[in-house]
């Protein structure tokens, strides 16, 4: 008679158990529900806020400039006065030669705060032409803002120099400056369509925060069902009962890809909240359409990526005797996602080979990147299907090997 | 009574280490058996043998049914209740749920699992504390639940690694009482200790482990009888007068690992006792 019904019951209750036993701790929950779901939401309201009131803040600043040398016309005057910048004059350094951008002893000043910036102005007469120079401190935030402010002005000031010059030749500024020009709207002229656009923008990072979450997110739950399992002494009775230990393993597989699939999902639905909700209609971030077949193939891409990851990592945290031993073993092992994972990001879709298709990791982030665009290449599909599907059997293979070593009833308990 | 099970011959080594050497035994259904023996005399790896954990390196373990036929280890794990000596309780569930995750992976129903529970738990005076979280138990409430979980099934041989190890006395002796109460029933008990005099309390019969051996294995009095001495005690030390081995098991670590930590690890060779570093 079949044990298949029973072992089922064994898998499902291991499985419950080690999910009741997770979710009972509150920093869980936040790390596993509340945290993924949301970070995006957080990220697309918080960050542009932080922005604007940086800049703001930025905008607010009264700066002090020194001006050194010629002193240059209203013009440019009354430009940094509405960029509220506060102009004293002095000459320029004695020993100054052709070369205006040298400190000299003019850096104390900056560096003291008695001027945020200097600027070096020097008049040839000959040509009406000028030379300058910004003295600045890159590392001081109110320097930087004085040597944007002043870049920004001399940039006005130097364009209605040259319209001055151009209109007492009789010459249009437009017609001289800028002879080649695009027809009408830009964005017009593109074919694809906004929905293929924003496919394509989030292909370039849905499937590497996918792929990060789906393997952080096992790390914890991976040592706490395993590692953390032998230190607390725990595995030694429940290896006694009459349960395989292939049945046991795919109880905590079931768990924690429960536990990190939940994680991956909501970051998703964040994603497309913040995507629907808090960009406005003009950002390149908008909702790609899909076809079903293409959300379905995505979906079992997760999924295989997950049962390869899941087992991996359950097998390397089950060979530690200790949750830090296991935490060290698998902490740097997200490298190992993240390089393939970034690396995936750069390679070209257009005429893309079969062969990368079957580099594990890789594989999953190309195949996610093309469906994100709609694009579902059959060949390209079943590469990655049977290659991810190899992996994840290859990496569930490796965990029931490791959950049949003798030594995982000893604890340091 | 009949034979439950059969050591034939049974030597666990790890690596260099021979934790337990050519161990023959009976074990009748029926018998309760105590294990006596020191740090290291390998208990505990004899009763993982017993359970299934460990292979033996040489000879063999078999489980005799009650029609005389010998059956695979995990027909034994069926009938077996375990309490380690680390109890292995999970501290986000409550005793009851531990005792019922157990029971539940003996495809023992909640109820019938429920019945068997309480009427144990009234024995150890645990009832009013069967729902609540075991992470703030004594050592004494681990020991109680982990023993209320070994016998959820109704298992037909009870293995006991250190059950009152760190117990107050009115444990101690609930925890004998409910052993006695198993004997009465007709149930096997595998009772490890390292207390001569509990293991005088609760069994009928001693088994002497030393260095990995069986020193001898009676009645209190056939052990008394064998060694010429008038207390257990005294047999006791009479059988495992020889120098007990410091059992440093090695670790299963790469090379790499040891190596590693061999290089980290100041030697000592030079120095006397007491010497300042």
Excluded at chain 1, 130 to 150: G, V
Excluded at chain 2, 62 to 70: L, R, V, Y
Excluded at chain 2, 138 to 151: F, N, P, V
Aim: with cysteine; hydrophobic share 45%; proline share 3%.
């Amino acid at each position: 008679m079949s044990d298949a019904p029973m072992r089922l019951r064994h898998i499902r209750t291991i499985a419950w158990k080690e999910l009741v036993d997770f979710v009972r701790d509150w920093r869980t929950l936040v790390a596993v529900i509340v945290i993924p779901l949301l970070i995006f939401p957080l990220l697309f309201f918080a960050l542009p806020m932080v922005l604007q009131m940086e800049a703001a803040e930025r905008g607010a600043m009264e700066l002090d400039i020194i001006i050194q040398g010629d002193e240059p016309g209203d013009v440019l005057r009354e430009l940094f006065s509405a960029d509220k910048l506060n102009i004293s004059f002095e000459a320029l350094p004695e020993e100054i030669g052709i070369d205006l951008s040298v400190p000299l002893n003019d850096s104390e000043v900056i560096k003291r705060g008695d001027a945020q910036a200097i600027l070096r102005l020097q008049n040839n007469a000959t040509n009406n032409t000028w030379a300058y120079a910004i003295l600045h401190d890159s590392t001081d935030e109110r320097s930087s803002e004085a040597y944007s402010r002043l870049l920004h002005n001399l940039a006005i000031w130097e364009e209605s120099l040259v319209n001055q010059t151009l209109e007492a030749h009789g010459l249009d500024a437009e017609e001289t400056l800028d002879p080649v020009q695009w027809s009408g709207d830009i964005d017009a002229a593109d074919i694809a369509s906004d929905a293929e656009q924003a496919g394509w923008a989030l292909s370039l990072f849905i499937p590497l925060i996918v792929a990060m979450w789906t393997a952080s997110s096992a790390i914890q739950p991976s040592i706490d069902m395993t590692a953390g399992e032998r230190e607390r002494g725990t595995l030694e009775a429940v290896l006694c009962l009459p349960v395989k230990r292939f049945d046991l393993l795919a109880g905590k597989w079931l768990a924690v890809a429960a536990i990190s699939g939940t994680g991956v999902l909501l970051q998703v639905v964040g994603l497309i909240f913040a995507v629907s909700y808090l960009t406005d209609s003009s950002s390149f971030l908008q909702m790609p359409e899909l076809s079903t077949l293409s959300i379905l193939l995505f979906l079992a891409g997760i999924l295989l990526f997950t049962v390869m990851v899941v087992a991996f990592e359950l097998a390397l945290a089950v060979r530690s005797r200790s949750v830090k031993e296991a935490g060290s073993v698998l902490g740097p092992m997200i490298i190992l996602i993240i390089f393939p994972a970034l690396f995936a990001q750069f390679i070209n879709l257009d005429g893309i080979e079969g062969f990368w298709f079957t580099i594990p990791v890789v594989n999953i982030l190309l195949a996610m990147r093309e469906l994100l665009m709609d694009r579902v290449i059959f060949g390209h599909v079943a590469i990655w299907f049977f290659s991810s599907l190899f992996y994840a059997l290859m990496a569930a293979w490796y965990a029931a090997k490791q959950f049949n070593r003798e030594d995982l009833v000893e604890s340091i308990s | 009574m009949s034979t439950l099970l059969t050591s034939q011959g049974v030597t666990k080594e790890f690596g260099d280490v021979v934790a337990v050497d050519g161990v023959s035994l009976n074990l009748s259904r029926g018998d309760i058996v105590g294990l006596v023996g020191g740090n290291g005399a390998g208990k505990t790896t004899m009763l993982r043998l017993l359970c299934g954990l460990y292979r033996p390196s040489n000879g063999s373990i078999t489980f005799h049914s009650a029609d005389g036929s010998k059956k695979p280890i995990h027909e034994l794990r069926q009938r077996l209740g375990v309490v380690p000596e680390s109890t292995g309780l999970y501290h986000r569930l409550t005793a009851w749920e531990n005792i019922r995750y157990h029971s539940r992976l003996h495809g023992i129903d909640d109820d019938t699992a429920w019945t068997r529970t309480l009427r144990f738990a009234k024995s150890l005076d645990f009832a009013e504390d069967l729902h609540r979280h075991t992470r703030g138990f004594s050592r004494g409430m681990r020991q109680k639940t982990a023993l209320l979980r070994a016998l959820v099934h109704g298992p037909e041989i009870l293995l006991l690694d250190e059950p009152t190890g760190g117990l107050d006395v009115t444990s101690a002796r609930m925890v004998r009482e409910l052993v006695s109460k198993l004997r009465d029933e007709g149930g096997t008990v595998i009772y490890s200790t390292h207390h001569l005099a509990e293991a005088q309390m609760v069994c009928d019969r001693i088994i002497i482990m030393h260095n990995g051996q069986i020193r001898s294995d009676g009645t209190p009095s056939e052990l008394m009888h064998e060694t010429g001495t008038d207390s257990l005690e005294n047999a006791y030390v009479s059988l495992t007068s020889d120098i007990a081995r410091a059992v440093i098991k090695e670790e299963s670590e790469t090379r790499i690992s040891k190596m590693w930590r061999s290089l980290l690890t100041p030697s000592s060779k030079n120095k006397e006792v007491g010497e300042d570093e």
